[in-house]
């Protein structure tokens, strides 16, 4: 801290519960906590991993620095003996995008998902050692989320034991795969088999892309970067690439073929290893996704909380301080339920943790029974939280007035780094869509017998949810967890259902989706929030130590649920699940509950535990110091290397010695 100074040290002091303690909870265990500050204090100790210049780099300068990072990060991994975690938690911490992430997130998953056994003994050392680099090649510049309607074609040909892979049209090109453009030596591509003329959808095949001598395209392939994205550094340290393949031949068993084998004579057969077990793959990815929502979306709170709180603006009465910005019912009201958001969504993403663990031990006993709830809940819950968390993001930079659009303010380059979630592993409306299809199919079922499970068992009540009356009085009844439960699985219930009653009088149910498509998004938010909502109040049902610490989270989970329950107060009022007084009612218990967040908001954002080194924002930093940073800051910008600018007497001494002949 500058001087030793904490200009944050008064607000500190306010705190109520205990935030060692709140540490642990947000780490998830000891453990993990124990792990993630040694390793992020080694990061943020090690001048190498700085990020100061990062959004005034030249691309190609910016691309080699990402380049000796990642080296420099192995390095360390290796020089140190990390842990398999440990070595995760490192990459996390360089907070870079790099191919390293396709690497050990995409390529490395997918040959251990799909690969047979002799595949993985294969692949999976090279791969582990880093002597190859691998990316996921499955989008396409023709399609993205219909992966059913890729078009690169994997061709069997029985006279050499080979598939043909190419590129048949422009669209066919793989285009935006990470790690692709410059870097990956090998790729898991994505084609339409094709044996004896006859398609058999889409499967992986491991290609080789680059010599290992020299680094330079096989033949047969061409391979470059798709260029510059949105924002300054962000993204653009990753190299997304663009490839196309001209018949390039690969050995028939470079197919993964855990699920689908191709026989020496060009039989398609099927394994005795479930289909489904790819589908584990997908909801463990999917729960990384808003593992990693909750830490975006913190990051950007942490930054807006402590500035909101060193910024001062109107409100001085006889030449005293201004008011704290924080201290603004306007501010808190939107910042407060952004904050209690990221909480939800670490105790959520806690939960996905045990549902793959159960999905997959479910798998393996060929038990599928949960797998397309499974399917649909970690769906719905990549889209919401991925959305809320972008747009959250963007809030706080506007709760952060004008410096927020600093590049230094660490939050312009968190968006643009953070948005392409909303895309990536799955459109979030595209994948609301799926997530509403399993939702009207479980409520057909509903007459049949087939109760629901997982997080759509409330559906088996039905009934009662279609009677359901809240009976709240007063505004601390909202306080209570189960009438928010049976409130808000009223809201989704009936959204749903009338959902289901408006298909149902479609002749063609096809035509009846697609014409109440944004309905049925809608209804599916109300279900994902549900469980959103369902897994806090669980989360609270447990034990956890520490002064003062459940009752902060309880204080959260309120503002989480009531500030949804005011936002989408249309939805409550429609369905008949509350009344407008008792929409009213909420309301004021919800401004009391930020008032109490208000004195240990400062505590609840250090609990996250980041470095500044990961923050990246001067606005953000831990101990307040704000304003003289900034200042420093403005000066090593490369414009300032010069008292003249570049230019000036090109252009615009021109300009102010020009004859004066016109009339002003």
């Not at 044996?195 to 330079?216: N, S």
């Not at 897994?535 to 610490?549: H, M």
């Amino acid at each position: 801290m500058e001087g030793g100074v904490d200009y944050l040290a008064d607000e500190r002091k306010k705190a109520e519960f205990d935030v060692q303690q709140m540490k642990i909870v947000w780490a998830g265990s000891h453990h993990t906590f124990e792990i993630s500050d040694r390793i992020s204090k080694l990061v943020a100790n090690d001048p190498a991993f700085s990020k100061d210049e990062r959004t005034m780099l030249p691309r190609k300068e910016l691309f080699k620095n990402t380049l000796r990072k990642a080296s420099y990060a192995w390095k360390r991994i290796n020089d140190l003996h990390l842990s398999e975690e440990e070595a995760s938690q490192l990459r996390f911490y360089v907070d870079e995008p790099a191919f390293t992430d396709l690497h050990w997130g995409m390529f490395i998953p997918a040959i251990k998902g799909q690969g047979t056994d002799e595949q993985q003994k294969k692949w999976l050392p090279l791969a582990y050692k880093m002597q190859i680099i691998g990316c996921y090649a499955q989008t396409e510049l023709g399609h993205g989320s219909n992966v059913q309607g890729l078009e690169t074609t994997a061709t069997f040909d029985p006279q050499t034991d080979e598939f043909v892979i190419h590129s048949p049209t422009l669209t066919s090109s793989k285009w935006w795969p990470g790690g692709l453009g410059k870097v990956s030596t090998h790729g898991v591509v994505y084609a339409r088999l094709i044996t004896d003329g006859q398609e058999h959808g889409i499967h992986g095949f491991i290609v080789q892309l680059r010599r290992l001598e020299d680094h330079r395209p096989l033949p047969g392939i061409i391979i470059g970067d798709i260029g510059m994205k949105f924002g300054n550094g962000a993204y653009n340290t990753m190299d997304n690439g663009v490839l196309r393949f001209d018949h390039v031949r690969i050995p028939r068993d470079q197919m993964l073929m855990r699920v689908s084998q191709v026989t020496r004579d060009g039989k398609v057969v099927q394994s005795d290893v479930p289909r489904q077990l790819v589908y584990g793959t997908m909801v463990y990815v999917r729960q990384t996704i808003v593992q990693d929502a909750s830490c975006a979306l913190s990051r950007a709170v942490c930054i807006a909380t402590r500035y909101s709180a060193v910024r001062r603006q109107f409100g001085s009465h006889n030449g005293g301080p201004e008011t704290q910005v924080i201290d603004y019912k306007t501010q808190q009201s939107r910042l407060f339920p952004l904050l209690a958001s990221a909480y939800a969504f670490r105790f959520v993403g806690e939960w996905l943790k045990w549902l793959y663990t159960d999905v997959t031990q479910r798998l393996q006993a060929n038990d599928f029974s949960t797998l397309p709830e499974a399917h649909a809940c970690t769906a719905g819950l990549k889209s919401l939280t991925t959305s809320v968390t972008a747009d959250g993001i963007e809030e706080c930079r506007k709760l952060c007035g004008g410096h927020g659009y600093l590049c230094t303010s660490g939050l312009p380059e968190l968006f643009a780094v953070y948005v392409p979630a909303c895309t990536y592993e799955g459109d979030n409306i595209v994948l609301m869509l799926q997530v509403a299809r399993i939702l009207m199919k479980t409520v057909s079922q509903l007459g049949s017998g087939k109760l629901p499970v997982g997080t759509m068992a409330y559906m088996g009540r039905i009934e009662h949810l279609l009677q359901y009356r809240c009976n709240v009085q007063k505004a601390e009844d909202w306080l209570n967890p189960a009438i928010v439960l049976e409130a808000f699985e009223a809201r989704a219930a009936r959204m749903s259902v009338s959902c289901a009653k408006k298909l149902s009088k479609f002749a063609n149910p096809e035509e009846g989706f697609a014409e109440l498509s944004a309905d049925l998004v809608e209804a599916v938010v109300a279900h994902c929030q549900l469980i959103v909502v369902s897994k806090f109040i669980e989360k609270l049902q447990q034990d956890i130590p520490g002064k003062g610490v459940k009752q902060q989270l309880k204080v959260l989970c309120g503002v989480y649920y009531l500030f949804l329950l005011h936002k989408h107060q249309g939805d409550f009022l429609a369905t008949s699940c509350v009344t407008p007084k008792q929409a009213s009612l909420a309301n004021d218990q919800l401004r009391v509950l930020y008032s109490q967040v208000r004195p240990n908001a400062i505590a609840l954002v250090d609990a996250f535990n980041y470095t500044d080194h990961f923050l990246g924002s001067i606005l953000g930093r831990y101990d307040g110091n704000v304003y003289p940073k900034l200042y420093e800051a403005a000066w090593k910008d490369p414009l300032n290397d010069s008292v003249v600018p570049d230019g000036y007497h090109q252009y615009i001494r021109p300009l102010l010695k020009q004859q004066r002949s016109a009339k002003l």
